[in-house]
């Protein structure tokens, strides 16, 4: 039978009435889901690159090219070439490599040890960060070129060698790496002549760069855990500071002390190994080594904050089930001692430290101050995110709660200060920007290629009121006064030197910020 024709146009119509609303309301459901996700911004901005960030990452990596020793692979510095080639060789040792540790060309273990740690634990935190800008693989390359140099250092159980050049020397020559020709003595420590703080921070280095590298050549990752478990036996048997042992590093790299460094090397051993008896470790000795309640400036001296931060990690992160009372107990001083200082960071924080500048810098010493603001802006960008993968609300800070993005705001004022909103108007990142110095304090890039010029006379380009004629591009240089003002003289030591570890703490704090929020994994080890 036949359906009516005006019953059929009526079908037809309700159809087309269904199928318009049906439209309408998808219509109106995409563009509230669009407006949701933009009022989200932590979701949308996830994985969103910060442009001036990837810049300033791809710059700041560049140092330590500029820093090598040895022979030059893949040399990417042009004004760079092959130095210190015959070093270790008195003691058929290969110690060419490694890296100058800031505008002279001594090789101090010390602080080129806490940098290769610092690299280490930037590349695990925010590897994937520095990948998503292609700069992962010249961490992983810079950070090799240190342990390749610890790895020879250390030749046997209880003997490392923890300096190349005599400083003393060094300094009364201002010439190009790669016309150096004076002597360059080795020192040592061992069990007559001990050093707990620099074979431990050693032993920190190498268990954190056996993580690093873990995935990548499993071999040389069990060469660098290998070192590092004998390191830590070697440090913690044979206790004394280096200098003490040697009283000449006084001077330049003077230790106050070497309970951090055991913390430290401990906690990363755990971290790379699994093996509770680290664990143990920091909890048994927590109370005569970690003055918890007492917060202390992070920096290559003094590691207790970096240790307070890494073992929240643990705390954060590891199941119950795998931590006794006692343990546990330890983490959370650890971690509330960790709280006390990131509580003093924030400005707006009752507990809020006094030692800044005007306009908000963190500003602890004249000699070299950035390194405490970007050392205190990583572990804030680090804590931050503990805090959002683990889903931790606030941070408590005497009555007053903090969210972790308050954290990270605070690192990015750090940030943006060294990168131009200053007083000053300049980038204190030399290479960034427009403008930033002309004069750093570095004698490969005060002197030009060509110049025919020897040890002493040389000085002429220290003295010089020109700008380098090289650009040592990735240079943190010291920073500025606590008056917010910057002179720009290679003169002027303590703001315009630049050193390697310095930039291994910016490489890590740029390196979280990359993207405008993050989750870390965790890579502790049960």
Known sequence: MEKEPHKEKGLVWRGLILVIMALVLAAVLISFRKYFHRSNSSEVDANQVVDKYANALSIAMQFFDVQKS?????NKIAWRGDSALGDGSEVNLDLSRGMYDAGDHVKFGFPMAFTATVLSWAILEYGNHMNMVNELDNAHESLKWITDFLINAHPSENVLYIQVGDPELDHTCWERPEAMTGKRPLTQVNASYPGTDVAAESAAAMAAASLVFKSIDSAYSGTLLKHAKQLFKFADSYRGSYSISIPGVQDFYNSTGFVDELLWAAAWLYHATGDKSYLTYVSTNGNAFANWGNPSWFSWENKLAGVQVLLSRVNFFSS?????????????????TAEIFLCGLLPESPMATSQRTADGLVWVNQWNPFQYSVASSFLAVVYSDYMLSSQTSNLYCSGKLYEPTELRNFAVSQLDYILGNNPME???????GS????????????????ANSNCSDGFKWLHTRHPNPNVAVGALVGGPSLSDTYMDSRNNISQS????????????LISGLITSSSQVESFVKN
């Open 70 to 74: 040895g022979k030059l692979v893949n």
């Open 320 to 336: 119950k089930e795998d931590i006794s009372t006692e343990e546990s107990l330890s983490l959370q001083s650890y971690r509330q």
């Open 426 to 432: 300049m980038s204190y990142l030399v290479g960034y």
């Open 435 to 450: 403008r930033y110095p002309q004069q750093v304090h570095h004698r490969g890039a005060s002197i030009p290629v060509n």
């Open 497 to 508: 030197e630049p050193t390697t570890y310095n930039s291994a703490l910016i490489v890590g």
